[in-house]
């Protein structure tokens, strides 16, 4: 038991500490900054599973023509673009100390105002975006798939809705939880049960 302990103190000794500041962005009626996302992903992904999961400056950096990860980038991958996003991949995993790795999580920022997120599962070869903003959701349904949002990088599904316009950081980490453990956003019989339980715990698992 107590090597298993020092075991868990060395693995969280190298994940990003986050700031009073920081963690002020947890309270009701704000948005979760880049800190927070990133302090859990890397937390959360340093457990031993299959998750590699990328922090929040990638998307903007591989994913999008611009910084406000507001337009995909189209047509086909350079040779600069895929050793950018190898050489990424390669550092998160050596941060993350995983032995394997078969699928992706990365979220995005949209705009510095909204946060969602994709999820690449190479074992099901499945790519998934998952996006708590109803009007968005809403929107691209009355779409044909190729017009909808981002539909060349992923397909959007449906996922529990944020009741506000700022509660999409703590929905993206709920996302993070479920493909942690489901691979994939299950409905489990009362899903706003599920949404409570995982706001009730959220602060227990920082310091978890």
Not at 41 to 53: D, E, F, N
Not at 61 to 67: A, G, P, S, T, V
Not at 115 to 123: E, M, N, P, Q, V
Request: glycine letters at 6%; aromatic letters at 14%.
């Amino acid at each position: 038991m107590n090597e298993a302990g020092q075991v868990s103190d060395h693995r969280w000794a190298k994940v990003s500490p986050v700031t009073f500041s920081d963690f002020t962005t947890l309270g009701v009626g704000r948005w979760l900054n880049d800190e927070v996302i990133n302090f859990f992903i890397q937390k959360w992904c340093s457990r031993g599973g299959t998750t590699l999961g990328l922090n929040t400056f990638f998307a903007c950096k591989i994913l999008f023509q611009e910084n406000s990860c507001t337009n995909a980038k189209t047509g086909i991958l350079t040779a600069a673009d895929e050793n950018e996003a190898v050489k990424w991949c390669e550092k998160t995993l050596k941060i993350l100390r995983l032995e394997t790795w078969d699928s992706v999580f990365i979220p995005i920022h949209e705009n510095r105002s909204h946060w969602y997120s994709a999820y690449i599962d190479f074992r099901l070869r499945r790519i998934e975006i998952y996006d708590s903003l109803r009007d968005t959701c809403l929107t691209n349904r009355q779409k044909p798939v190729l017009l909808r949002k981002n539909a060349n990088l992923m397909l959007t599904l449906q996922v529990h809705f944020q009741p506000n316009m700022y509660d999409c950081g703590v929905h993206t980490l709920w996302h993070l939880q479920h493909v942690l453990e489901f691979r994939q956003i299950t409905w489990l019989g009362n899903g706003c049960g599920l949404l409570k339980k995982f706001f009730k715990t959220f602060v227990y698992m920082y310091n978890g």
